[in-house]
């Protein structure tokens, strides 16, 4: 897992609080939890990929 990645997670973070306060001060917390919940997404799809390589990497390591 390079540092790159977490920079990248740390940015999808900070910006989605960022949009996140700015939608529930302005009274559209639905928009809000739908921003919140588009970032996680992004995020998990993120990791699936790094995940899906590790195990790649164990299947040649052990040649299974």
Excluded: C, W, Y
């Excluded at 306060?21 to 993120?46: D, F, H, K, P, Y």
Aim: net charge neutral.
């Amino acid at each position: 897992m390079d540092v790159d990645m977490i920079f990248k997670i740390a940015a999808v973070g900070i910006i989605v609080a960022i949009l996140n306060q700015l939608l529930v001060r302005s009274g559209r917390e639905e928009q809000a939890m739908l921003t919140t919940l588009a970032g996680l997404i992004v995020v998990l799809t993120m990791i699936v990929t790094q995940i899906s390589s590790l195990f790649s990497t164990i299947k040649t390591l052990f040649g299974l």
